[in-house]
Each structure stands twice: as C-alpha cells, then as structure tokens.
C-alpha cells in the first residue's frame, strides 16, 4: 500500500505540491516556491517539537498557629458573596467590592495562613490625593465623581495573591517577515518574504502574581503592579489591624493556568526580543517545560473605591505600596457633545481661514 504526503505550507497553511516547471515545491494558494531541502529540514523540526509541559507544586500556604486566628472575625456580603476578614475590633463596615453593607458571621476559621504579606506604605490620605489626581484635568467626567463623599469610600484591603516561581526551557518558532518594495514606469511592487525563526534558552521566574479573588478583576490587578517584593515580611496578624483582608476563594491549583499564561506570554516576547531586523514577528509554535514550580500565599496592599454612574459600577484601585492609581472613567454625555461641537466650530474656522487665505491669494 502506498503512503501519501501532504506538506502544509509554512506561509499560508495550505497543502503544497511538486512543480515541474520550476522543479520546486509550490503552495498553489499564496504562490511561494520551496526548495525540497528546505521543506525537508522543516518537516523534521516539526517531528521534534514537544508540547508544554507546565505542572506546578501548589503547598503554598501553611496552617494557622494555635490561637492566632482568635483575633480574627470572617464578614460574609450577602450581596456578592465575598467573604472578608478584619480584626475583632472592626465594626459593621460595607463590601469593597459592591459597596452593599456586610455583617459579621462568626470566628474566621478554614483558610491557609499566607506566607508573605507587604504591609501597607501609603496611608488613606494618600490614597484620596491620589484619586484627586486620577480625575483632575478630565473635563468630560461627570461632576459626582469629584464629590468628597465618595473619597471618603475608599478602603484598604489585603489582597490575596499567589506567588509562581519556575524555571523554564523553551523552543520557540516565530513567523518572521521581510518586506521589499520597489517601482517602475508602469507598477507598484511588494515582495513578502517569510522565515521560520527558531529561538531557544532558559529563563527564571520569580513570584509571578496570579490574584486569588474571583471578585478582582484580573486585569485591574495587573495594571497596579509591580509590587515590590523587598518590602514583603513574613505574615503575621498584626498587620491587618485596620485594614481589611479579602479570603481567596480562588486556589492556588485554580491560578495554575493563569500563571502560565503569563509565563508563556513573558518568555515569547523575551525571545521574540532577540530576533532583528524583520518586518513582523510572530509566535508560532512554543515549547517550555518547567522546573522546580512551586506557589507561595500572599496578601498584597491595595486601596479600592467603588462607585455607580448610570447604573454601572466603576472601580478604581492604588497599590498600597507605589501609589499606582488605575481605573476606569464615566463620559459626561453632555460635556462630551460640547466638546465635539466645540471641535466641529474649530474645524470650520480653521476650513474658513484656509479659505480666507486662498480667496486672498488669488486661488480661489
């Protein structure tokens, strides 16, 4: 019984086949021409690529000391369902998630001790300046956003995270371009011409975060970071006095496929960073195995501010240890329409003044 092959074009994906005229292989689809050498060194770096292999030690965490949690009390929101944890001498406060208020439901008992916890640097005040200078200079933002009253909303949270460290070797092949172009008389002409650009190494990483709070967006996490590690002590209760600590409901087992896509996002850009001189670079196939993958449990410091506009919830957050301030902001319907009226007038003028000039010069 004979064997078919098929080979897939490295450019457009399409299947390829011998051409006689040219005595080269020719995808039929995008035109590009191959030398049988060069299909068949490709085809075998393509039998040799491996799968990530990206598994984690998760025992992140510890247990609770005898009598260290007797100083915590647990606050369950019954309107989003978060559950927070304060010291015994926090009284009936609202959610810093929805706002809603919480109530408290008993002992804290249940969750794993974190290891590491950076205490917070930047007190309230620092927070309400550093929300007055999110908003100041935003013309189109509706007016209650700069009342006093919801400064005063915001609230300091411990933040849980997990912390991945791994080492890792990669193989990554990127789709690369090269594009030239040139005329003549009668025509416009591009040449695309496509490489397979093979990098590989090891790379280390260290506490790569993944917050454990399925009510924090992760995006919003992100955007405050980094938190600078150096500051981190190891945990103790004392340091949520005044503060409140958001319980993970998100484990760290849970995080696992985050991490790693933040791993695999990291290593293609680091990688792709070395490859010059081409019009485009594009990951196409990557490989990283891990080594040594273990998870740590921390409570990193954020200051949060919920707020409604229209029925929309907005939520604005600053590292507790930088100061970083992020989020997002309502458009005042009104001030907006006057804004682009007043960009329409300015327009017009500028038309009318070109106008003007040409009329005075004779052209028109």
Excluded at 26 to 51: A, G, H, I, Q, R
Excluded at 232 to 242: K, M, P, W
């Amino acid at each position: 019984m004979s064997e078919l092959f098929e080979y897939k074009c490295p450019c457009c994906g399409g299947a390829i086949e011998f051409d006689a005229t040219v005595q080269k292989m020719k995808c039929p689809f995008c035109d590009t021409e191959f030398e049988m050498e060069t299909l068949k060194s490709y085809d075998e770096e393509l039998k040799n690529e491996k799968p990530d292999d990206m598994n984690w030690e998760t025992q992140a965490g510890s247990e609770w000391e005898q009598g260290e949690e007797e100083g915590l009390r647990s606050y369950v929101c019954k309107s989003c369902g978060g559950e927070i944890v304060a010291d015994e001498t926090t009284a009936a406060t609202s959610c810093p998630y929805c706002d809603n208020p919480i109530v408290m439901s008993g002992q804290f008992s249940g969750a794993l001790r974190p290891d590491y916890v950076i205490p917070f640097k930047l007190d309230k005040k620092a927070a309400k300046e550093g929300l007055k200078n999110h908003l100041s200079g935003k013309r189109l933002l509706p007016k209650v956003f700069k009342d006093e009253n919801h400064i005063d909303e915001i609230k300091g949270v411990y933040v849980p995270f997990w912390l991945f460290d791994a080492d890792a070797d990669a193989n990554i092949r990127y789709k690369a371009t090269k594009i030239r172009a040139w005329s003549d008389s009668n025509y416009e002409y591009t040449e695309t011409s496509f490489f397979a650009v093979s990098r590989g190494g090891k790379i280390a990483f260290e506490r790569v975060p993944v917050d454990g709070s399925e009510r924090m967006p992760d995006d919003l996490m992100e955007s405050i970071e980094p938190f600078d590690f150096r500051d981190a002590v190891d945990f103790q209760t004392a340091y949520l006095a005044g503060y409140l600590a958001d319980k993970y409901d998100v484990t760290a087992e849970q995080s696992i496929d985050h991490a790693n896509q933040r791993i695999k996002k990291s290593t293609e850009q680091s990688f792709a960073d070395t490859v010059k001189g081409y019009a485009s670079v594009v990951p196409e196939y990557t490989s990283i195995q891990l080594k040594n993958g273990k998870a740590k449990y921390a409570l990193y410091p954020v200051w949060l501010l919920n707020t409604t506009w229209q029925g929309k919830k907005y939520t604005f957050a600053m590292n507790g240890q930088t100061g970083k301030f992020v989020g997002d902001l309502p458009v005042d319907k009104s001030a907006a329409m006057k804004w682009r009226l007043g960009l329409t007038a300015v327009a017009g003028l500028a038309t009318y003044g070109v106008a003007w000039g040409l009329w005075l010069l004779g052209i028109i």
